[in-house]
């Protein structure tokens, strides 16, 4: 008899430990591809937040429709270059003028199915041969068709037919951090993807002496690198969001900071160009200065809202529509005047012959005028 029931309390014990490895087993599995994210809040109250594989983004479509749409591009720069026959060429002026070639890279993205291509101004400016190359290794010659300096946008063209396009979204819906992808061909690694999420939108780029003069970009953490630019930047739908244009480097490396042209801003410049060879921008007529606490203060104005209009451009649309120096500009439309460069970039996105209402604040008293946009 007590055997048998050592027999039993020994199968009990087996049994037992046997359930708990099962059940620990599948406990474990089942939680392996659980994260637990603890958020410290401002009450002291320590919380828990369980994030599972699947809430994590799955970029696979967005990739692979996205980046049939973006081409590799190269360009050749071709010059001349004096150099001096010997000692006394340096002394006297003798020599030749020798043709130098320069090659350089960058990327670009359909947007049509006949070959219109978005890419960045710097990439083809002063090229004498452009190169588009497909993400199929299929290679045409691309003629350029127009640039606008200002915002660092370019159209080229090639003869294509039924040629993978993008959809673009509305990059105004983008919000602080969404994920994004960037595409291109960095260091000539064409169809490179790499992801981040959108770090800030209407970025100006801290000490900048380019030549943009449009500056509203969309700042990612995204890696970009030589290359990358005039590439896209997409949403989680492979949805076009903005062009990739500019790093911050002290090495020209990435290192953390990228730069891309909103789709919204970019789209619009390509359509005038390819319509007019050119861009089409309204002009307001005014000469602004942005307020902060002591120019407040020196002119006495309530708030720091709004830009400050110094001056008003005889004839201008401003004129016409009542708009005097001295008037601090609130609004363009239902958009604030945050500071000059917003304004800038709020106007370059109406064309010639639209009417908006803008918002003024004359000695304290808010006026709303209509301006009509005519053409810079």
């Known amino acids: 008899m007590k055997r048998n029931y050592i027999l039993v309390i020994v199968l009990a014990i087996v049994f037992g430990a046997a359930a708990a490895y099962f059940t620990t087993d599948r406990m474990l599995k089942k939680s392996a591809d659980r994260i637990s994210v603890v958020r410290n809040d401002s009450s002291g109250i320590t ?45 006297f002026g003798y020599g030749q003028t020798v043709p130098r070639e320069q090659i350089g890279s960058g990327s670009g993205v359909i947007i049509t199915p006949d070959g219109y291509i978005l890419t960045n101004n710097h990439v083809v400016e002063g090229a004498t041969e452009i190169e588009v190359t497909m993400n199929d290794n299929t290679t045409y010659s691309a003629d350029l068709i127009g640039t606008d300096p200002a915002t660092d946008v370019a159209v080229i063209k090639v003869d294509g037919e039924s040629l993978p396009t993008i959809p673009v979204a509305d990059s105004d819906n983008l919000r602080i951090g969404e994920w994004v992808l960037a595409i291109g061909s960095p260091y000539q690694l064409q169809s490179t993807i790499t992801a981040g999420i959108v770090s800030a939108k209407g970025r100006k780029m801290p000490n900048y002496t380019g030549e943009f003069k449009i500056e509203s970009f969309i700042q990612t953490d995204a890696a970009v690198n030589p290359g990358n630019s005039g590439g896209a930047l997409v949403d989680k739908t492979g949805a076009l969001v903005g062009i990739n244009t500019a790093i911050i480097s002290e090495t020209g490396a990435y290192s953390g900071y990228s730069f891309a042209i909103p789709s919204n801003m970019a789209m619009e410049v390509a359509d005038d160009i390819i319509q007019y060879g050119s861009v089409h921008r309204a002009s307001l007529g005014i000469v602004m200065q942005n307020i902060d606490k002591n120019f407040s203060s020196q002119l006495k104005l309530s708030s720091e809202d709004g830009v400050y209009i110094t001056g008003v451009v005889p004839g201008g649309n401003a004129d016409k529509a009542g708009i005097r120096a001295g008037d601090v500009l609130l609004k363009i439309g239902s958009e604030p005047a945050r500071d000059a460069e917003a304004v800038r970039e709020l106007i370059s996105s109406y064309r010639q012959g639209e009417k908006v209402d803008v918002t003024v604040s004359r000695r304290g008293r808010e006026l709303v005028m209509e301006v009509v946009f005519a053409e810079r």
């Open 47 to 91: 919380r828990s937040v369980n994030l599972s594989a699947d809430d994590y983004p799955d970029f696979t479509f967005a990739a692979e429709s996205a980046v049939e749409a973006v081409v590799s591009v190269t360009v050749v720069k071709r010059s001349e270059t004096y150099v001096p026959s010997g000692i006394l060429g340096l002394f």
